[in-house]
């Protein structure tokens, strides 16, 4: 998807289940509908809506039996996303390595962050018997400390540094292992208290976060004999450590968006089949009842208007 400054991704949702029953009028309904019961659901989270209104292009998106909000607005009644900015008070690094609202959760006043992401929901979903997708997107830093590598390894140095604040005479191993463990704990917190949040005021919503669960595929491996992108052992134990997460979810958003360096190849199955593999095994994981999985896909490769080729059987 993106980075916390900005919000472009173009995704089509392919919904993996079967939903309740719809029944729509022609008139705006009093209540927000259900989404329609297919076997095989795709739900539009494109902001396509100037389209058709500043270019008279018709998408015809119902022809294809894909669900998309009234007049394909980017937020309605059927998809709603949640960026960095629109929940709360989110830390984060910006690109500038300047930190948002303290860079990290152990900073964060959670009183205040409920109180505007109580706001930020009521306005973003006015509906409280709203019943469609409800995406959280938070990418700027994942609550396993070990998946901060790279640029979001910022977050690891500013725990370091928050640790050693306050105690300049531990040892190096002492302040990392402190550091590791407030910061699990204070993203733990932000996680789960903001999605209760969000159920409590909007209980119908399928809530979730974007990205959850990732299984870190990129790489070929071998998978009973065959070359294949299995997910790492190690990805599949981070999973583990998480899931607080998905049983506090009511849906999960993994991605199964696609490099171009799948096109045209049946290596992009072998992708795709993991991925979903593991969210349907982390939803297996809950105690409590079952929950849909929602793919995220685009009609594009990653970093291209290549758009997606067939892969025949």
């Known amino acids: 998807m993106t980075s916390p400054k900005k ?56 022809s294809y039996n894909i669900v998309s909000n009234p007049d394909q607005k980017w937020n309605g009644t059927y998809m709603t996303i949640f960026y ?35 706001e930020d929901i009521r306005t973003l979903i006015s509906d409280p018997d709203y019943r469609g997708l409800a995406v959280i997107d938070w990418e700027g830093w994942k609550p396993v400390w070990n998946r901060n590598w790279d640029t979001k390894a910022i977050y690891k140095n500013a725990s370091r540094s928050l640790v050693e604040k306050h105690h300049p005479d531990w040892r190096k191993e002492k302040i990392e292992a402190a550091a590791k463990a407030e910061f699990e704990a204070a993203g733990r917190t932000m996680f789960t208290e903001t999605i209760l ?8 919503a399928h809530w979730g976060y974007y990205l959850f669960p990732d299984c870190y595929n ?46 045209q190849t049946e290596d992009s199955r072998w992708f795709v089949y993991f991925r979903m593999k593991e969210a349907f095994r982390m939803r ?14 685009r009609f594009v490769y990653e970093e ?6 067939k892969v025949c059987a």
């Open 218 to 263: 990129y790489k070929k491996s071998t998978y009973n004999g065959t070359a294949a992108y299995s997910c790492p052992q190690i990805e599949l134990e981070r999973n583990n450590q998480i899931q607080w997460l998905f049983q506090d979810s009511t849906a999960l958003y993994p991605s199964i968006y696609l490099s171009s360096r799948f096109e």
């Open 84 to 118: 960095s900015q629109q929940m709360g008070l989110y830390p984060y690094y910006d690109d500038d390595n300047m930190p948002i609202n303290g860079g990290i959760p152990q900073v964060v006043n959670m009183t205040a962050h409920l109180a505007k992401a109580a």
């Open 7 to 62: 919000v472009t991704p173009y995704a089509v949702i392919f919904v993996l289940r079967v939903v309740e029953v719809c029944t729509q009028s022609a008139t705006v309904p009093l209540v927000s509908p259900p989404l329609p019961s297919r076997p095989f659901l795709a739900v539009w989270n494109v902001p396509s809506e100037k389209c058709g209104s500043d270019f008279g292009v018709d998408l015809s998106l119902d």
């Open 304 to 309: 291209t208007r290549e758009y997606l080729t």
């Open 197 to 204: 949040l969000a159920r409590k005021l909007r209980p119908k």
């Open 284 to 297: 297996a994981s809950r105690k409590e009842q079952s929950i849909p999985v929602f793919a995220y896909t």
